[in-house]
T-cell receptor, first 111, second 114 residues
């Protein structure tokens, strides 16, 4: 059973639209993350949250907004989508600063 | 700034041969170090980790890695590869007192020839 669930698996969006990527983890971890993988940058850290509070934000654009409604949820809202946002977005979690576990990713294509 | 370098973008070996994938990090202290594997169109799976202590760490599926502080390296090794080991391998580091972000290398595409 996957312990980190990402929805949807695939997503096609129109330029300028808004989408929300869903992530839930059932590992009991206190920290959650978003990473992005594209052809330009293999694996790029975006955000880290601990106990539902933002720890670090390495995303330059405010179009990317994490949302944590529950301690095991960390969704990613992306507004005003651009073709350059096309990538696979990975949600991850860890217990404190230990090994990080990754979900299977959401592959986003912006047309 | 901290960084992780994997100098070999692609490595091809024959099945049954030994393997070493190279990884070097840039950090003044000792980071936490990890190797992940990504099979085609899948998520990342943790192979092994190093926090401290014995510089040689064992992982899953016969993989091991050796930490060298003097060389700032964390190379991955396997004595005998199988065709199913074909995948992309990522070395990653995190700073113990930092924001817990993982800094990834660019990855090494491993192809095992039958």
């Amino acid at each position: 059973d996957p312990k980190i669930i990402q929805k949807p698996k695939y997503l096609v969006a129109v330029t300028g639209s808004e989408k929300i990527l869903i992530c839930e983890q059932y590992l009991g971890h206190n920290a959650m993350y978003w990473y992005r993988q594209s052809a330009k940058k293999p694996l790029e850290f975006m955000f880290s949250y601990s106990y539902q509070k933002l720890m670090d934000n390495q995303t330059a654009s405010s179009r990317f907004q994490p949302q944590s409604s529950k301690k095991n949820h960390l969704d990613l809202q992306i507004t005003a989508l651009k073709p350059d946002d096309s990538a696979t977005y990975f949600c991850a979690s860890s217990q404190e600063n230990t090994e990080v576990f990754f979900g299977k990713g959401t592959r986003l294509t912006v047309v | 700034a901290q960084s992780v370098t994997q100098p070999d973008a692609r490595v091809t070996v024959s099945e049954g041969a030994s393997l070493q994938l190279r990884c070097k990090y840039s950090y003044s202290g000792t980071p936490y170090l990890f190797w992940y594997v990504q099979y085609q169109r899948q998520g990342l799976q943790l192979l092994l980790k190093y926090y401290s202590g014995d510089p040689v760490v064992q992982g899953v599926n016969g993989f091991e890695a050796e930490f060298s502080k003097s060389d700032s390296s964390f190379h991955l090794r396997k004595a005998s590869v199988h065709w199913s080991d074909s995948a992309v391998y990522f070395c990653a580091a995190s700073i113990p007192s930092g924001s817990w972000q993982l800094i990834f290398g660019s990855g090494t595409q491993l192809t095992v020839m039958p």
